[in-house]
């Protein structure tokens, strides 16, 4: 970790390898967020499933978890995928989820969620690792 302090406008994402390290279950929460339709299609789908995923933006091909693409590219459009009601935790991020983990800032976060810009620095950059939620190091 580095020794700067976060501020509003240091870029967070999804560290993936935090899940690795805690041994937390990506696939088990992966699956809770899918929407109804989703959950019962892929009911068998192996843990891990790898696809190509192409971003619409960049044309840049790079794998993706499979669970992942069907959240960003279907379950992350519902509207019911974040509401005002969303723990502030897990609206952040379900955000990186639906935005292909691209980094935001708290500013950022906060324009999404409709939550103080603030709260979420002072939640994101305190001790303790929410979610694998954390600053970019550059």
């Not at 976060?6 to 560290?15: A, I, N, R």
């Not at 299609?41 to 619409?56: N, R």
């Not at 509401?83 to 897990?90: P, S």
Request: charged content about 20%; hydrophobic content about 40%; some cysteine.
């Amino acid at each position: 970790m580095s020794l700067i302090k976060p501020t509003l406008k240091t870029h967070f994402h999804v560290d993936f390898d935090w899940w690795k390290q805690n041994e937390n279950d990506w696939h088990v929460h992966l699956r809770s967020l899918l929407c109804a339709e989703h959950r019962e299609k892929l009911a068998d789908m192996p843990s891990g499933t790898m696809i190509d995923y192409i971003d619409p933006e960049t044309a840049e091909v790079r794998p993706m978890d499979g669970l992942q693409q069907v959240i960003l590219s279907h379950c992350a459009r519902q509207p019911e995928f974040v509401t005002g009601q969303t723990q502030l935790v897990e609206g952040v991020f379900r955000i990186f989820l639906s935005n292909g983990n691209t980094p935001l800032t708290s500013i950022e976060l906060a324009e999404r969620l409709g939550r103080p810009a603030n709260t979420i620095l002072i939640t994101l950059s305190g001790p303790r690792v929410y979610k694998g939620i954390r600053p970019m190091l550059s």
